[in-house]
Every structure is written in structure tokens, then in C-alpha cells.
């Protein structure tokens, strides 16, 4: 069955450091999303990506923030200079093209450690 | 502001029994409602869909019930087992640019052997 992969699993940085999440969705997928969760907290959304550009964003997202899709597969979330605040787990998630069924299929997550 | 509620407190049934967890929202207007369970450490997984013009979906021993006079929706699980037992999420969603999804805090069910 197709699944979402993410890569690392696991990332540890200093605090001001660049860090890029990795995400590779089903492929066939059209609409994308990263979403992150605080520890005991929600999960909330990011932003989503649709045709090679960001569809929207939420507050969270500001500057520091950027998503791109490379090559088609891949589907990356670049922080610039993390704070200790972006410490959580970040989902990536895709859906496919039937929109009147917006089920979508989200990855294991990255855990991020900031220092 | 949006505000979805789900119970923040654990539901702890005995196997076998049925578990209704309950989500609630106010100040919004969803076009669908989706439940999704989270197991610790884990991305959530996809278990129902309900639109705004049913009033109930099944699927298998789930079942959703969605009243938008209320602005509620009730989840069920008959016939629970262990491993049922994980973090279940309310998630809406409105039709607009991005479909992007506003989960709850989740309900924690323990289902008891």
C-alpha cells in the first residue's frame, strides 16, 4: 500500500542553525501539507501546496519558513534559523485528487529537537 | 475564534463495551468532518469521513454521526479491543483553496482486556 515517507526520523540542531524536512508523498498526489505537533499539544496546521505554489499558510509560518518541490517527488520543508520554539513533530501529508474526499495520508513524522 | 473541543480527559471502557467519544465546535462552518486515530509517536491515520448533508457514515464497527445544527459530532467503536486503544482526533475541514485540516485536542481511549 502507498504510504508517506519522511526523512530524518529524528533531527537534532542548535538553536540558529538551517534544517530541511523531508517528505516524499504518494505518488499521484496532487495536494500537500506540513503540519506540526508540540508535544501534548495539537496538531496544527502549516501550509499547503498545490500546483507548485503555496495554496495557503497559517501564522506559524512566517519568514523562517519555506516548502518547495524540487523534482516532482520529493516535498521539503526548510526552517532558516530554528528557534527553540520549533521543537516538535512535523508531519508531512498528502491527498490525492478526488477532492470531494480530502482523506488525507500523512507520514511518520520528523521529531525536532532544537538546543 | 474556531474552536473544536473534544473531551481532554481519557476514556477507560472495558473490551467489548462501546466507546463514544464526542467533538464539538464552534464558529465554523465545516463542509467535512474526519476522525483520525494517532497512535504516541505516530503520524495520524484516516478513519472516517462525514459531510456536512449526512448525518451518518459507518464503516466496519465505526460509526460517525454528524449534527451541524449542534455543531457536534459522535464517534463510536463497537465491539472495542485493546487494540483499539490510541489517541483519536476530530479534524474539520472547509471547501476552499487548500483543505487543510483543524484538528482537536484528541480523546485518549484506553480499552481495558
Known amino acids: 500500500e502507498p504510504e508517506v515517507t519522511q526523512t530524518p526520523s529524528h533531527q537534532v540542531t542548535q538553536m540558529g542553525q538551517e534544517v530541511i524536512l523531508r517528505c516524499v508523498p504518494i505518488?499521484?498526489?496532487?495536494?500537500f501539507y506540513w503540519y506540526r505537533q508540540i508535544l501534548g499539544q495539537k496538531v496544527e496546521f502549516l501550509v499547503s501546496?498545490?500546483?507548485?505554489?503555496?495554496?495557503?499558510k497559517s501564522e506559524i509560518f512566517d519568514d523562517q519558513f519555506s516548502v518547495e518541490r524540487p523534482d516532482g517527488s520529493n516535498f521539503t520543508l526548510k526552517i532558516r534559523s530554528t528557534k527553540l520554539e520549533d521543537s516538535a513533530m512535523y508531519f508531512c501529508?498528502?491527498?490525492?485528487?478526488?477532492?470531494?474526499?480530502?482523506?488525507?495520508?500523512f507520514g511518520p513524522g520528523t521529531r525536532l529537537t532544537v538546543l | 475564534s474556531q474552536k473544536i473541543e473534544q473531551n481532554s480527559e481519557a476514556l477507560n471502557i472495558q473490551e467489548g463495551k462501546t466507546a463514544t467519544l464526542t467533538c464539538n465546535y464552534t464558529n465554523y462552518s465545516p463542509a467535512y468532518l474526519q476522525w483520525y486515530r494517532q497512535d504516541p509517536g505516530r503520524g495520524p491515520v484516516f478513519l472516517l469521513l462525514?459531510?456536512?448533508?449526512?448525518k451518518e457514515k459507518r464503516k466496519e464497527r465505526l460509526k460517525v454521526t454528524f449534527d451541524t445544527t449542534l455543531k457536534q459530532s459522535l464517534f463510536h467503536i463497537t465491539a472495542s479491543q485493546p487494540a483499539d486503544s490510541a489517541t483519536y482526533l476530530c479534524a474539520l475541514t472547509k471547501v476552499d483553496s487548500s483543505y487543510k485540516l483543524i484538528f482537536g485536542s484528541g480523546t485518549r481511549l484506553l480499552v481495558r482486556p
Open positions: 505518488s499521484n498526489h496532487l495536494y
Open positions: 501546496f498545490y500546483n507548485n505554489e503555496i495554496s495557503e
Open positions: 501529508a498528502s491527498s490525492g485528487l478526488d477532492r470531494d474526499s480530502n482523506e488525507q495520508f
Open positions: 462525514i459531510r456536512e448533508n449526512e
